[in-house]
């Protein structure tokens, strides 16, 4: 319960009023149940204190809401760590068992519950060149091949929002390249249609949209973006270079 203090030479208290969360916004006080029996001096003060009850109340309730954001916020940086760290020892993906993949994709969850970017193919954020962190994706793992003739190096993606351009960069060994338009679906997914392929970065190959796919943005923020394919892939990827333009 509360207890609303006068200050004056008196001391004089009123205890238990009401609870605050049991006030409306738009409340009116009656001043006579708590005042008519006090001195004629305190009379004014308390009618005055008793009608600033509310405005209180709801500065109260406006203030309640900040701890939520601040809580929530630590909250999505918790679990980036805890989808980093779990992640960093499966080599890409490609050491990862099926605990190992569980693990990851429930941590995954969390996030894109927690997204606050409701529609990342209109966000600036999206733009740029993100290094591939880990994903469940056989073609890119390659894991039924021996090691030495897999991708080894950084393997990148390139996203471009304003041109709906993509571009996938593989380093060391083999330096291929994939370059696709992309075609809205809705506001996080897209269909993908590759026009391009380059192999160890100097043979180009043309294509007129044989390579497609689709990729949804499930999360999203200026570090870190998280993404699934329509063949229910997970693709885990970190900004690396945001002014990054793909060729159009």
């Known amino acids: 319960m509360a207890t609303l203090s006068l200050s004056s030479s008196s001391s004089v208290k009123l205890k238990e009023i009401s609870t605050f969360h049991s006030f409306p916004a738009n409340a009116k006080f009656s001043s006579k149940p708590f005042c008519e029996n006090l001195p004629v001096n305190h009379a004014p003060y308390c009618e005055r204190r008793l009608q600033q009850v509310p405005e209180s109340w709801k500065w109260r309730t406006k203030v309640s809401f900040f701890p939520f954001f601040s809580t929530k916020s630590k909250d999505i940086e918790s679990l980036k760590l805890e989808l980093l760290e779990a992640i960093a020892p499966l080599d890409r993906g490609a050491e990862a068992t099926t605990e190992d993949q569980k693990l990851v994709d429930q941590i995954a969850s969390k996030l894109e519950a927690a997204n606050k970017v409701k529609e990342p193919l209109k966000s600036s954020l999206l733009n740029g060149k993100w290094e591939l962190l880990y994903t469940t994706s056989q073609s890119i793992l ?93 693709f885990i990827l970190r900004m690396v270079d945001p002014s990054y333009r793909v060729p159009l």
């Open 142 to 234: 390659q894991t039924k091949r021996p090691k030495i003739l897999r991708p080894n190096g950084k393997i990148y993606q390139a996203i471009n929002a304003d041109t709906l351009r993509a571009q996938n960069m593989e380093t060391w060994p083999f330096f291929n390249q994939a370059t696709a338009n992309l075609v809205p679906l809705n506001e996080r997914r897209v269909a993908v249609k590759f026009d391009s392929f380059k192999i160890a970065g100097l043979i180009l190959i043309k294509s007129r949209g044989s390579g497609r796919g689709q990729l949804e943005i499930t999360y999203l923020d200026e570090e870190l973006r998280i993404s699934r394919g329509n063949q229910g892939n997970l």
